[in-house]
């Protein structure tokens, strides 16, 4: 559920620019919140979230292609650094 909330978040994070980002981190809360409140423990939303930032800092550096799908400007800095923090602050949440 982690990874699957990331490839929507790096999606949908350049649509848009201020709502894309504010969407994608909003589903990232909820997903991650989710994880806990199905299967009632922290240690899973954990792994969620470190799935999660898996992804987008995967997603933030060169393939094989060169390409890039975080990019290095303001919505992409905010959806490494705030969605970051959102996903910590999704695990914190109570269950």
């Known amino acids: 559920m982690g990874a699957f909330a ?3 978040a790096v999606l949908l994070h350049q ?3 201020p709502i894309g980002v504010v969407t994608s981190m909003l589903f990232t809360y909820c997903a991650i919140w989710y994880v806990g409140r199905k299967y009632g423990s ?3 939303k954990w792994a969620a979230s470190i799935a999660w930032i898996l992804v987008i800092f995967r997603a933030s550096t060169f393939g094989a292609g060169q390409e890039l799908l975080v990019q290095g400007d303001g919505v992409g800095s905010a959806l490494l650094l ?3 923090l959102v996903a910590l602050s999704a695990v914190a ?3």
């Open 6 to 8: 990331a490839v929507v």
């Open 15 to 17: 649509s848009l620019p």
């Open 42 to 44: 922290r240690k899973y």
């Open 82 to 84: 705030v969605g970051t």
């Open 93 to 95: 949440a109570r269950v």
